[in-house]
């Protein structure tokens, strides 16, 4: 994420809607408590993620991928009312922290925590989703596109977070992770039945749209 100028940062976040005080604590909680802290999504990102599910008022959404729960708080804001907001990860250590942060904030009702696979929970599941945030084991992001495309409505939209792999997606000698996120953008910018357009924000944040 270092590639964005730290100033020019800075300056966006302040001039941009701030984390409510749940968020904050969240935010916090998790820089001094949970390793990997990097991982959140944070405040910057939490409310793109905020504006863009109340732009497309889904009525479901999938996550692929939790963390500690922050993003799919973000993300179920725009919720349209009796919506659901699924997320999916395998940490069993932080199911406790999942749950804990729902509550926290009082969305219990609007977002159920799965434990387990992912791959497993798309292919078996009946539901269809107006809007899916991919941000899991970058590994498997073209499986896991391919295996939710189909459950995804016409018109519904993909997120999918970390794309440009702080810059190092340019990089001439490419490690594992980065030459697989490199081919999953090809095959996005390649793939004729969506529209999409990939942001330089925060580590790269491709928004994809299912004709």
Known sequence: MEFINPEIMQYSENHSEQEDKLLHEINRDTHL?????????????GQLLSFISQMIKPITILEIGTYVGY?????AKGLQEN??????DNNEELETTIVNNIKKYGYDKKIEFVLGDAKNYIATTNNLFDLVFIDADKQSYSNYYDLVFDKVKTGGFILADNVL???????S???????ILDEFNKKIANDTRIEKI?????DGLFLIRKK
């Open 173 to 179: 000698k490419k490690d594992k992770d980065t030459e």
């Open 83 to 88: 919506g659901k907001l699924i997320t999916l």
């Open 198 to 202: 990939l942001l330089p924000i925060r």
């Open 165 to 171: 792999w702080s810059g190092k997606v340019l990089d």
């Open 71 to 75: 993003s799919a708080i973000c993300l």
């Open 33 to 45: 408590k949970i390793l990997k802290p990097r991982m959140l999504s944070g405040s910057y990102q």
